[in-house]
Nanobody, 124 residues
Framework: QVQLVESGGGLVQAGGSLRLSCAASGRTFSSYTMGWFRQAPGKERECISAINWDGYSTYYVDSVKGRFAISRDSAKNTLYLQMNSAKPEDTAVYYC?????????????????WGQGTQVTVSS
């Protein structure tokens, strides 16, 4: 079992920055591919960024490329998402998730553990 707890969400003005954190406990954090997902009202949950288990490969959806940065600190069992140049369309509940899959970037249904989510609201 892996327990995930997100923090760092809140209200930010357009153009501003936020850093989301996801603290993991339980089984070995470093063996999991980690992802950040978001879900806006009326929309499906989407993967916006992921980092594979060894930290050497990252994925970003086009809408956040160049603005968001994912990282992981295995010593602290923590996943991060640095959000810069925030836009109103980034408003959503953000979730972190862990996957035991060894695929480079597994699909949503192959993520095994999920956090409870943290709200991010970007005002225009």
């Amino acid at each position: 079992q892996v327990q995930l707890v997100e923090s760092g969400g809140g209200l930010v003005q357009a153009g501003g920055s936020l850093r989301l954190s996801c603290a993991a406990s339980g089984r070995t954090f470093s063996s999991y591919t980690m992802g950040w997902f978001r879900q806006a009202p009326g929309k499906e949950r989407e993967c916006i960024s992921a980092i594979n288990w060894d930290g050497y490969s990252t994925y970003y959806v086009d809408s956040v490329k160049g603005r968001f940065a994912i990282s992981r600190d295995s010593a602290k069992n923590t996943l991060y998402l640095q959000m810069n140049s925030a836009k109103p369309e980034d408003t959503a509940v953000y979730y972190c998730a862990a996957s035991a899959s060894r695929k480079p970037f597994p699909p949503l249904y192959e993520y095994d553990y999920w956090g409870q989510g943290t709200q991010v609201t970007v005002s225009s």
